[in-house]
């Protein structure tokens, strides 16, 4: 059974930095595209991060660019999402994906059930 795990979620202040991580089980997903999407309430998922394969290639959404760092490591078959300089704005679920969508949110296979970010003003 293919599993994909977030943690690292919780409540930070404005300015503050949280890392989330995204542990896979199941199979081996080395030849995947990782992302993180988020969804605040009343909002539709976005994407966030995507990172590819072999760790040399990253898009980032305009909002989070220079902010947030994804990586990966394939032996661990985690991925990551460091965020820095949190803004209230960051407020939502984020959730990881595998796959090979890159931006679009179709694109991706298998999905985590999402941990919460909270950033407070």
């Known amino acids: 059974q293919v599993q994909l795990v977030e943690s690292g979620g919780g409540l930070v202040q404005a300015g503050g930095s949280l890392r989330l991580s995204c542990a896979a089980s199941g199979r081996t997903f080395s030849r995947y595209v990782w992302a993180w999407f988020r969804q605040a309430p009343g909002k539709e998922r976005e994407f966030v991060a995507a990172?590819?394969?072999?760790?040399?290639?990253?898009r980032y959404a305009d909002s989070v660019k220079g902010r947030f760092t994804i990586s990966r490591d394939n032996a661990e078959n985690t991925v990551y999402l460091q965020m820095n300089s949190l803004k209230p704005e960051d407020t939502a679920v984020y959730y990881c994906?595998?796959?090979?969508?890159?931006?679009?949110?179709?694109?991706?296979?298998?999905w985590g059930q999402g941990t919460q970010v909270t950033v407070s003003s």
């Open positions: 990172i590819n394969w072999s760790g040399g290639s990253t």
């Open positions: 994906a595998a796959g090979s969508g890159w931006y679009r949110i179709n694109g991706y296979d298998y």
